[in-house]
């Protein structure tokens, strides 16, 4: 691992059962791989391995099922690899859902101190930003409302004002901003671009290839739950194209 990585991902592998009934068991988490292995299983991702360094931007490129999301879930240590390692060197601001992981039943003002606080930022210092992220969510008149009743575009623009309020140096990006009408994703876009200017790093999964090209200098090309390209954004596109032309 370069000393200066803030990720390092190490030879990492994951795997899912297809069926919801066949979740693994505790005494599967210290058996053999061999004993481990069921036929209803699959490799989500396998013998993936790259580093990021602060103020990268890289955009995670691929179809839908190929292991993008599960990526960004590893990184933000929601998921635990089978094999390899996925270390994580600062702190990670994940946008990789459209609820942020707010609780339903909380109001929109209790879920912003919640997620905040999660991140470790104080309830004086919450304050000091709570006008600020509510204003950017255009929620003003629903601070006492519980979340599981704002509609799905005031819970993304919701989820952006909070996740990106926090100082966390790695910010994951994983297809929200699929969602919203086009004006408040552009101001999502020129808040990007300033933390960005800030020296953060940016983890972003779009099917948007101009979104792509607008944040991103390195691309990661998955497919088939393998990293087939780590490089240049536009060499990462080039390649996805021309294996999936007209996707």
Known sequence: MT?????????????FRRNHKGRRSFKDLFSTKARRSKPNEFWALQHVSFEVHPGEAIGVVGRN????????????????????????????APLIEITGGFVDDLTVRDNVYLTAGLHGMTREQVAAKFDDIIEFAEIEDFL???YKHLSSGMKVRLAFSVVTSLEEPVLLVDEVLAVGDKSFRNKCYRRIEEMLAEGRTLFFVSHSEGDLRRFCSRGLYLDKGSLKLDGPIEAVLDAYNEDYPGL
């Not at 000393?3 to 795997?15: E, F, K, M, N």
């Not at 099922?65 to 990670?92: C, F, H, R, Y």
């Open 3 to 15: 000393s200066s990585a803030v990720i390092t991902v190490t030879d990492a592998g994951i795997r």
């Open 65 to 92: 099922g190929q292991g993008k999301s599960t990526l960004l879930k590893l990184v933000a240590n929601v998921l635990i690899p089978d094999e390899g390692a996925v270390n994580v060197n600062a702190g990670v």
């Open 144 to 146: 006492d409302t519980p």
